[in-house]
């Protein structure tokens, strides 16, 4: 590995939910992004899962041109580039993320859509704790 990073697991109505990185990486780079995603999806896959993962930001889909927004996006055309069958998308909000009525009606073209979100990837240490 040329990365590590936390994953917790809730337990939720909705089924376990894996959430990274949680303790370790204060600002990962674009690259970093993407590596703690792939090693998310083995996780869940270890635990009998296909990986539905979310790279969250507060921002949806281009909707900031911010640097810290723009990363989330990097990551997201590296991972569908380089992992083309990783279900996984984003930059989007949590609350997005998490309900398919909602994501749906607002950004039809996700590939989230209409799957149950496993896997949450956030952009830095402060959103992955708060």
Do not use: C, W
Not at 28 to 47: E, N
Not at 50 to 63: C, D, H, L, Q
Not at 95 to 104: P, V
Request: proline fraction near 5%.
């Amino acid at each position: 590995a040329t990365r590590i990073a936390t994953t917790n697991v809730m337990m939720t109505k909705r089924g376990p939910m894996f959430v990274s990185d949680t303790s370790i990486n204060i600002d990962p780079t674009a690259k970093d992004l993407a590596k703690i995603a792939v090693m998310t999806s083995k996780v869940i896959k270890t635990f009998g899962f296909e990986p539905v993962i979310a790279m969250t930001s507060y921002s949806n889909f281009g909707s900031s041109g911010n640097p810290r927004a723009s990363k989330v996006r990097e990551a997201v055309a590296l991972l569908h580039r380089n992992y083309p069958d990783l279900v996984v998308d984003g930059e989007l909000q949590t609350d997005f993320a998490l309900n398919d009525e909602m994501l749906r009606d607002q950004f039809p073209f996700s590939k989230l859509v209409g799957r149950k979100v496993n896997g949450l990837i956030f952009p830095n240490l402060d959103a992955a704790n708060i």
